[in-house]
């Protein structure tokens, strides 16, 4: 099995809580690693298993294993029995580990029941430090789902097409979400457009006859599942008009480029859009291996009216990283200088500069490298 970046951090989480939720997309790997850390466990989307679990539970509260229940936001009936059994004993820690695919129900019941007793960890699809660095290409385009090409690179991009085919048919209206499975398809190909630009829901909403209030409940839901990322404007002290709407990704790649019909690496790299691809790649890389090493951060993009640009501002405990992302081998001074001085608008504390060139050139606080560099650099901050 492919060791996963999260693991250590699930693991101290587990040795501090009563519970722990680690959320995720489908099919991103939840389960399989749960079942490193826990021999029992539940599938709650299925009635048997919520049988079982309702004949097991005294066994179960009295269990020192680690119990996993997968799905748990489909059985709320099981919230309020595990606040009574962690009441019960408030001194033993890492005694169950939901699994969750949609953030908001799950964080819902969460609130109400289980508040102070549970810690929240996400897993992602497969991050580039978890595979060779020669498979960096492979990534991006495939994306980082097990089963969508890691594993086997023949079910890319048919593995995805199903995908969210089953979302939209099955998944997304099993957890409320509203439109019918044709609008959602429409609305995730549009999203699909848009990847890395602006968020314009009334631009949308005119072309899907929605009002823009209906579309940004949709891309919550989105959000919420772990499919699509909302990256909020800066909103610091700068003496300049801001752009004030965020930024809208897909969080996996390689959805991204079966809505788009992409195929080949080739294929990729004539779009127009490719570009916004690799920026979108590399800005959920640097959020999943942060939320991977437990690290705090907040994240924002600066955009000005004259047309200066950050691509993703990072807070972090060491101070403030302005990042810019550029699709190309042999970054020039002059690229460096643009962020140097945009740079300044947000009074950052290191500059780096993220391309695809081979070495990383470092002096002060300003760093030329490429993407595995720059998950060195984080992973040291």
Known sequence: ??????????????????????????????????????????????????LRLDLQWNEIVKSRSLVVLDEAQAYPDIFPRLRAAIDQDRSRWGRFLLLGSVSPALARQVSESLAGRLALCELTPFLAPERPAAHCDRLWLRGGYPDGGILDPGRFPDWQVH??????????????????????????????????????????????????????????????????????????????????????????SGLLHALLGVSTPDDLLTRPWVGASWEGFVVEQVHGLLNALGKRFESSFLRTSDG??????????????????????????????????????????????????????????????????????????
């Open 1 to 50: 099995m492919i060791r996963r970046l999260v693991g250590p951090h699930l693991r101290a989480l587990l040795a501090k809580y009563p519970a722990v939720a680690l959320l995720g997309p489908r099919q991103a790997g939840k389960t399989t690693l749960a079942r490193t850390l826990g021999r029992r466990d539940y599938d709650l989307e299925l009635e048997p298993e919520r």
């Open 163 to 252: 995908y969210i085919e089953l979302l939209a048919q099955r998944d997304l209206p099993q957890w409320g979400f509203p439109a019918k499975p044709r609008t959602t398809i429409r609305f995730l190909k549009m999203l699909a457009a848009c990847h890395g630009a602006v968020w314009n829901a009334s631009d949308i909403g005119r072309s899907l006859g929605l009002s823009y209030h209906t579309v940004n409940a949709y891309l919550d839901y989105l959000e919420g599942a772990f499919l699509v990322r909302r990256l909020s404007p800066f909103h610091g002290n700068v003496r300049k008009r801001l752009t004030r709407s965020p930024k809208i990704y897909w969080r996996d």
């Open 308 to 381: 200066q640009e950050i691509d993703l501002v990072l807070d972090l405990a060491g101070g403030r990283w302005a990042i810019e992302i550029k699709l190309t081998s042999s970054p020039g001074s002059r690229d460096m200088d643009r962020l140097d001085k945009t740079a300044l608008l947000v009074r950052a504390d290191r500059r780096v500069l993220v391309s695809r060139a081979p070495l990383t050139v470092e002096s002060g606080e300003r760093v030329s490298t490429n993407l595995r560099g720059l998950m060195e650099l984080l992973r040291k901050a």
